[in-house]
């Protein structure tokens, strides 16, 4: 695998307990998200490096850069049409794009705006932003919040075979690792290396509500 890896409970002792923050594995050049497809799907993306084949175009691709979040999203991979978990390096720049696009998915007044202006920016906007409780290993909430972004139209396209530096099946680490958690072995743990991600643009931590 070309992922960063650690001892979950080394890593634990670090990570901020509540707040909003992007947990992800990042440098300068990429940001590592992820997603979970039936295996035909996955099959297709890993051997050609990009979506196509029984990818939909229609709908909007959800992609997560946190880690513990993926997997309680896909139950580890196990859930129906979430077997194959890959790991996605995006192109940082790529990243910050989407987010300087984004349309939080609820309305809140701190948006500074009216109901009605931001359903019409829901409307126009092909990305989606989307704050959700964190949760642990073992699919526990917590106070961090955690970090999707949704994609459709445009930008799902350029998502699909331009923004993409590589993609890898990581499923067989998925499973391997959720054997501790069943047994309730977190001493061996072993997940991607993960910190908060902040912008040099202020303008979009304020947006994204990042500390």
Known sequence: MNLKLRRYKE?????????????????NEKVIVYQSYRKEIGEFAVKNQFFGGSFSFERMTWIKPNFLWMMYRSGWGRKE??????????KKETFINYLENAVLSSYSKKLGISR?????????????????????TFGNKLERRA????????????????DI????????????????????DLDNLIVPEEKPLLFDDEALNTKLNLR
């Open 165 to 184: 530096l590589f993609i890898e099946n990581i499923s067989d680490f998925v499973a391997e690792q959720y054997q501790f958690v069943l047994n309730d």
């Open 81 to 90: 049409d979430q077997e194959s978990v890959l790991a996605i390096h995006l």
């Open 147 to 162: 970090i999707q972004i949704g994609l459709r139209n445009k930008f799902i396209k350029t998502f699909a075979k331009n």
């Open 11 to 27: 890593q634990l002792q670090d990570w901020p307990q509540q707040g909003y923050h992007i947990m992800a594995q990042y440098d």
């Open 116 to 136: 009605d202006e931001w359903q019409d920016q829901i409307k126009q906007s092909s990305v989606r932003l989307q704050w959700d409780p964190d949760h642990d």
